[in-house]
């Protein structure tokens, strides 16, 4: 069975930084691109970062860039979502999901979901 499970996220200060993981089990991420969203109460599913299957192309929405950092590791089948001097706009549950070949920052592309991890920005 084709699983994702992210991790990482905590209650941290404005400025702080964290490290999301997304570990992929029951399928190898050579043939995936992985994107990372965002959900904040209220709102719609946002896209984040992605990145390719080869890691060349790698993606983020505007809010984000300079500030996180998207990259992934086949050998040990996870991708990671560094995120620094965060905001408390910021703060959402994240979801790690996969893509066949591509990388979309549109989650309707997207086939596999993991269940997310809460990230809370706040003083």
């Known amino acids: 069975q084709l699983q994702l499970v992210e991790s990482g996220g905590d209650l941290v200060q404005p400025g702080g930084s964290l490290r999301l993981s997304c570990a992929a089990s029951?399928?190898?991420?050579?043939?995936?691109?992985i994107g990372w969203f965002r959900q904040a109460p209220g709102k719609e599913r946002e896209g984040v970062s992605c990145?390719?299957?080869?890691?060349?192309?790698?993606k983020y929405t505007d809010s984000v860039k300079g500030r996180f950092t998207i990259s992934r590791d086949n050998a040990k089948t996870t991708v990671y979502l560094q995120m620094n001097s965060l905001k408390p706009e910021d703060t959402a549950v994240y979801y790690c999901?996969?893509?066949?070949?591509?990388?979309?920052?549109?989650?309707?592309?997207?086939?596999?979901w993991g269940q997310g991890t809460q990230v809370t920005v706040s003083s």
């Open positions: 999901a996969a893509v066949r070949y591509s990388c979309s920052l549109g989650p309707q592309y997207y086939d596999y």
């Open positions: 029951g399928f190898t991420l050579d043939y995936y691109g």
């Open positions: 990145i390719s299957k080869s890691g060349g192309i790698t």
